[in-house]
């Protein structure tokens, strides 16, 4: 089973950017789509981006214009650049791999908090 770990996290003022990064121990085109969601504390879960195997994208209204999905698929990596951050942009976020057969792989997260 594909394990993912997050890293990039941490404390940025408002304005500023941060680029995620979601390591995956297997080929990250083994699943259908990769993603990024964000839970806040007291919210749901939330799709911020995803890539699916063919490349195609979708955003978050939220995050349109300012976050960006990548892949490097020869180092198994998905990376979320954020630009432009806001307060509300604080969660912790997590990687996801989506399958069409299996159960989907998350992340152990990690924390993004934006300062006003």
């Known amino acids: 089973q594909v394990q993912l770990v997050e890293s990039g996290g941490g404390l940025v003022q408002a304005g500023g950017s941060l680029r995620l990064s979601c390591a995956a121990s297997g080929s990250i085109f083994s699943a259908n789509a990769m993603g990024w969601y964000r839970q806040a504390p007291g919210k749901q879960r939330e799709m911020v981006a995803r890539?699916?195997?063919?490349?195609?994208?979708n955003y978050a209204d939220s995050v349109k214009g300012r976050f960006t999905i990548s892949r490097d698929g020869a180092k198994n990596t998905v990376y979320l650049q954020m630009n432009s951050l806001k307060p509300e942009d604080t969660a912790v976020y997590y990687c996801?791999?989506?399958?069409?057969?299996?159960?989907?792989?998350w992340g152990q997260g990690t924390q993004v908090t934006v300062s006003s």
């Open positions: 890539i699916t195997r063919g490349g195609s994208t």
């Open positions: 996801n791999a989506a399958y069409t057969d299996d159960s989907p792989r």
